[in-house]
């Protein structure tokens, strides 16, 4: 009866270190795929035009000599868009 208990502990075990596994894969998987994935200029209000002063080219995210870390298509080095952070003084 112990042989039987144990036996079937161990099945459950395995089940799920399996199910966990198999979750960590999807996770990782799915990861880069949704790190590669930029904003559509629309939905952050992307313009070709400075807003008060501000501009890509100020900003953390621009990515010279026309791109964006988190915007996707061609950038404007004097547009803009509400995701706008500037870049550290120096
Ligand atoms: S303002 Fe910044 S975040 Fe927005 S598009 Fe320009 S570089 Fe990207």
Redesign the pocket.
Known sequence: MTKRTDSTRRQVLRGGLAAVGGLAAATSAAAPARAQEKLDPKA?Q?QTMPKDGNK?SA?V??EAPAA?K??SGK?DPN???I???PKEQQ
């Open positions: 952050v992307y890509c900003c995210n621009f964006c988190i915007v950038i547009g803009w868009c995701a706008f952070a």
